[in-house]
T-cell receptor
Framework: GQNIDQPTEMTATEGAIVQINCTYQ??????LFWYQQHAGEAPTFLSYNVLDGLEEKGRFSSFLSRSKGYSYLLLKELQMKDSASYLC?????????FGAGTRLFVKA | DADVTQTPRNRITKTGKRIMLECSQT?????MYWYRQDPGLGLQLIYY???????NKGEISDGYSVSRQAQAKFSLSLESAIPNQTALYFC???????????FGEGSRLTVL
């Protein structure tokens, strides 16, 4: 079957670093995406990994290990505006499936 | 203006009514999708289309139908709405097999 797991909630402090993990089992793999979604808004693209390793983009980095079915999103220098849900998604076959999302709370 | 536009943004209706949610895009993408989002369940794929003549069922297509009227337009219909179809619905587009998804702003549907 197809399954994507990520923690339901996380809390971190402004200025700190947080790592959000994602494990997946899917039929077919074309790439792994991370999206950010603020409450009541549409998801927006953060990162894409298709090969193993780390992709860095400003304060955000994403890591992929295809053999382990594992990814993480690393957020550095947390800001209050980073409080949002972070969705792990896998593109496989002809469609993209999503995990339930991790709600991140950033506190002062 | 948004690249992916959904109408209506909010709708309250009664059980048994027919509802249509519309989506139009200016990104020039061939691939369009309808997702449903419920709290704690993430985004679930309802239907997807790769061109005007191609329609495919997603994970949760029962109770829904779609129409791809043109490359830029993809509509979702609930023929007879029921309360457990109360959710936030998103239309999305992509440019290719592994392309990122571009989402509309969402349509919040409440079925009483």
């Amino acid at each position: 079957g197809q399954n994507i797991d990520q923690p339901t909630e996380m809390t971190a402090t402004e200025g700190a670093i947080v790592q959000i993990n994602c494990t997946y089992q899917t039929s077919g793999f074309n790439g792994l995406f991370w999206y950010q979604q603020h409450a009541g808004e549409a998801p927006t693209f953060l990162s894409y990994n298709v090969l193993d390793g780390l992709e860095e983009k400003g304060r955000f980095s994403s890591f992929l290990s295809r053999s382990k079915g594992y990814s993480y999103l690393l957020l550095k220098e947390l800001q209050m505006k980073d409080s949002a849900s972070y969705l792990c998604a896998v593109s496989g076959g002809f469609k993209t499936i999503f995990g339930a999302g991790t709600r991140l709370f950033v506190k002062a | 203006d948004a690249d992916v536009t959904q109408t209506p943004r909010n709708r309250i209706t009664k059980t048994g009514k027919r509802i249509m949610l519309e989506c139009s895009q200016t990104k020039g993408h061939d691939r369009m999708y309808w997702y449903r989002q419920d709290p704690g369940l993430g985004l679930q794929l309802i239907y997807y289309s790769f061109d005007v003549k191609d329609i495919n069922k997603g994970e949760i297509s029962d109770g829904y139908s779609v129409s791809r009227q043109a490359q830029a337009k993809f509509s979702l219909s609930l023929e007879s709405a029921i309360p457990n179809q109360t959710a936030l619905y998103f239309c999305a587009t992509s440019s290719g097999r592994a392309g990122e998804l571009f989402f509309g702003e969402g349509s919040r549907l409440t079925v009483l």
